[in-house]
């Protein structure tokens, strides 16, 4: 690991105030700044905004993501293997460039698995999750030869099928619900009744079930939750969904060849929030495995899959001000995005409480003036809000406003059609 810690005591003295919009932010910090522009992939943002020819656009850096892959391989290990979860940001070029660095895509639908296969990785890197895969989307996925992860007793019988009928032998795993819930997870997906995977204690019936039809059982995926930013909690989770994993591996009629913790690493969206400790998640993971899991399932292969944490800080999303107004004493400005393409930044995509994304000019960075700015989205509804009262350079019509940790679940995530505006441009810089 770096010397430099990576999580920062909430106590920690606030860095000298600079030029930035809020430098506490762990987000605004680690953006690439040169003079008073962003930078994206070494790119003066105007300079961006002119190549791709019209705003708004989502622009992903390259290298950023490929430095966080790098990051994350030298603290799991390597041992464990890493993989990317499609949804989060399945631009082409984007899956692209990541299938050259992880061991694996884990995707959630066939469109999904069409685009990782397009990559190159071969299916037996690719695995796909997510309730609701009807016979035909099972049968896509068989013929392809990825790994079907199992999320009920009724996809099981329809791999079975698909099998018999295609004469191919299915690879399958079987996603868990387990009986615990992980706390400080942004989005749980584990515990209780849940859509997601087959319940730990059906677990024994499933496999009895699936033993003689001669499928390819290569072991088990669980994934608790997501946007979890503690490592405690984290390792915790992983020592529980290990645990389950090696008492459930006696049930299967061979080796577990394939375990999948899951990942759920979160990033810091809000000003409070503070980057999860990746060296912690780090030595967690490795005395799981080490302890855990190697001396019961020797010849399991350990992954972990994330989305938002390799892809999610290096998206920026890049509006242009059309109109700056008063009213009644608070200035606006009035961008030509919004949540159609960032829901997540409106608050609207399962916030309970709105809390702001931080945003920047990011043609101002070296400003040292301040205003009070909210910031809207072209929609006509007050439910496009992208930034609500906060401290940015006086702005005017073709500035650039720019949402950061837009890269995971912006684009994708948003309702594209509501409004009838047209598509934002995406590029990988
Ligand atoms: C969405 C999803 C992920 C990725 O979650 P992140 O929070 O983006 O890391 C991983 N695994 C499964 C099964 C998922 O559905």
């Known amino acids: 690991m770096t010397a430099q810690p990576l999580v920062e005591p909430a106590d920690a003295p606030a860095p000298e105030a600079g030029p930035l919009t809020d430098v506490r932010h762990p987000a605004v910090r680690t953006v690439p700044v040169s003079g008073d ?8 943002l105007s300079r961006l905004a002119e190549r791709v020819g019209s705003t708004p656009f989502f622009a992903y850096d390259r290298q950023r993501i490929t430095d966080r892959v790098r990051e994350v391989r030298t603290a799991v290990g390597g041992t464990v293997r890493l993989g990317y979860a499609v949804k989060a940001n399945p631009m082409p070029a984007v899956v692209q460039h990541l299938a050259g660095l992880v061991d694996a895509l884990d ?3 066939v469109r999904e698995m069409h685009g990782a296969l397009d990559t190159g990785k071969g299916p037996r890197n690719v695995s796909f999750a997510g309730p609701g895969k009807t016979p035909a ?6 013929a392809a030869g990825v790994l079907v992860e ?10 079975v099928a698909a099998g018999d009928d295609l004469g191919v032998v299915p690879r399958v795993a079987v996603r868990v619900n387990p009986d615990f819930a992980v706390r400080g997870s942004g989005m749980r997906m584990s515990g209780g009744p849940q859509q997601f995977g087959v319940d730990a204690e ?3 019936d499933l496999l009895r079930y699936l033993t003689p039809t001669g499928v390819d059982m290569a072991g088990f995926h669980i994934f608790a939750g997501s946007q979890n930013l503690d490592a405690e909690l984290l390792a915790h989770a992983q020592r529980a969904t290990a645990e389950l994993v090696v008492s459930l591996a006696d049930h299967l009629p061979g080796p577990v060849r394939y375990v999948n913790l899951g990942g759920g690493l979160g990033i810091p969206y809000f000003p409070k929030d503070r980057p ?18 190697a001396p019961a399932l020797p010849e399991a292969d350990v992954h972990i899959e994330l989305g938002r944490y390799l892809v999610g800080e290096a998206g920026y999303y890049v509006t242009r001000v059309v109109d700056r107004k008063i009213s009644r004493g608070r200035t606006y400005l009035v961008v030509d995005g919004g949540m159609h393409h960032q829901l997540a930044a409106s608050g609207n995509l399962g916030q309970v409480i709105r809390r ?5 000019v990011g043609n101002h960075m070296a400003t040292t003036d301040r205003e009070q700015a909210t910031v809207v989205g072209c929609l006509c509804t007050p ?8 401290p940015l350079p006086p702005a005017e019509p073709g500035d650039l406003v720019v949402v950061l940790q837009a890269g995971a679940y912006g684009l994708t995530a948003s309702p594209t059609a509501f409004l009838s505006h047209p598509a934002p441009a995406e590029v990988l810089v």
């Open 276 to 293: 999860v400790d990746l060296g912690r998640v780090g030595e967690n993971l490795a005395t799981v495995v080490a302890e855990l899991i």
């Open 107 to 109: 995707v959630a639908s």
């Open 356 to 360: 702001n994304y931080p945003v920047l």
């Open 202 to 204: 059906q677990v024994p």
């Open 150 to 159: 199992l999320e009920s007793e009724t996809e099981a019988r329809r791999v």
């Open 137 to 142: 989307e099972i049968r896509s996925a068989v």
């Open 37 to 44: 522009e962003i930078t994206v992939g070494g790119v003066a």
């Open 383 to 390: 439910l496009d809000l992208l930034a609500d009262d906060v």
